[in-house]
């Protein structure tokens, strides 16, 4: 049992590049979350999904790009990268969106934008 | 709008030595409250939660009261050891917010022997 799984965990872009984040769950849950973390600043919702072709914007979305074709699958777009883009991502999931449930992190994905 | 407050880190001990870390929080319905912990080059994992008020998470020598009155959930052990050091987070969840974890900015433990 995988559980969450980041992929690359770590990757140097210039700016201007484009790339994608991956992420996969093995526990048929339902909802996934995409975090940014930045030194000092706690967690970030960027991007979520209740579900497979739902997704909705979290608090700092811009920059970004998200699909969810898969209940397994979702990837994190950044488009044209910005030194601001240069965090520790995490991804996450849950069965269902009660509010009490526990997410389940991936190990994260550090990029970096020179 | 709904936020997670932390005490401000570095939190330096010794080992055996009691531990409170303060988390306050802002929310416009009646949270769900998490702390969660980060290990050095990993992802976060749940250490306890509560629902309501009045409840107690614990886990692992770990302890948290959810107090409604002064909007709190205060993370507590009474004596830690090395292997306690990491990055701890405070976070609440609202119900019927699609599960989304609201975060504090995380507090540094590191533990001395």
Redesign the interface.
Known sequence: NAG?TQTPKFRILKIGQSMTLQCAQDMNHN?M?W?RQDP??????IY?S?GAGIT?K?EVPNGYNVSRSTTEDFPLRLELAAPSQTSVY?C?S?P????????T????SRLTVL | GDS?TQMEGPVTLSEEAFLTINCTYTATGY??L?W?VQYPG?????LL?A?KADDKGSNKGFEATYRKETTSFHLEKGSVQVSDSAVY?CAL?????????I????TELSVKP
């Open positions: 969450v909802y979350y975090y000092g600043m706690g967690l970030k919702l979520y209740v909705d979290g995490f996450a849950t269902e969106g009660s509010g009490a449930n526990v997410l992190f991936g190990a994260g | 997670v949270p769900s998490f969660y990993e992802g976060l994992q749940l939660k629902t987070f969840s609202l119900y019927n917010q699609g599960g989304k974890l975060f504090g900015q995380g």
